[in-house]
């Protein structure tokens, strides 16, 4: 599952890497106002101008992990240790990708390369949403609302310009915004598998709001991502892991 889920995150990357330079193609590109809008106030109740600078750190599962960003710069970092008290350290920015063991940098072929920087990429992507849906990449569109335990719901579906979205631009995802709060309190995807997301702890540190999730199986394959939502309310879903983050530190 890691392997297929990673394969998601490659794009993630090409879209941050793209983020100073839109091409004339997302110039020219129709804008789906509503939205945009929807998002934009999304981003802003997650935390809005923070996410253009913070620095903070915190563990996700064997990993302790570091996020920098300064403006369109970005500084992502992983850590663990094996078995052998060998530690791997991670790091991806704007330039460059380095993976080092016991302190000396590696070798990798690109097919380990790829592996490690997706899976950094991947970590802070989840995190950092849904500041991620602002990458100039993506395609926003408006595709209705359903009500959720009592709550009602903006469906986003999000798409990928080719140029600027990465090797994987032809996948869909959908996000289900809280029209009372502007919180992202679901999303999906179909890639590695149908899976829908459920937003159930928050933490807002730094003025950024960061969010732990059940990850659900969608169990009818045939359905598109924008009607996982059905599928979640009928019951046709299985729980098969926590998405956690916790002792964050901000600086």
Known sequence: MLKLVCSFFFLVLCLACNNADKSSNSEERPVDKKAKEIVDKCIKAHGGKNYEAFDLSFDFRKFKVHLKQTGTQFSYERTTTDSLNNVYHDILTNESFVRKRNDTTQVLSQKDEDKYREGINAIAYFVLLPYKLSEPAVILKYVGEISI???????????????????????????????????????????????????????????????????YEILDKTLPTTEYDKAFLEGKSKLLSMIEQSNYVAK
Request: hydrophobic share 25%; with cysteine; charged share 30%.
């Open 149 to 215: 335990d009592n709550q009602k719901y903006h469906k986003i579906r999000v798409t990928f310009e080719q140029e600027g979205g990465g090797k994987d631009h032809e996948d869909e995802f959908c996000y289900w915004i809280n029209q009372s709060t502007n919180t992202l309190d679901y999303l999906s995807y179909a890639n590695g598998g149908p899976r829908l997301r459920k937003a159930v702890k928050r933490d807002t540190v730094g003025g950024i709001v960061f969010q732990n999730y059940e990850n």
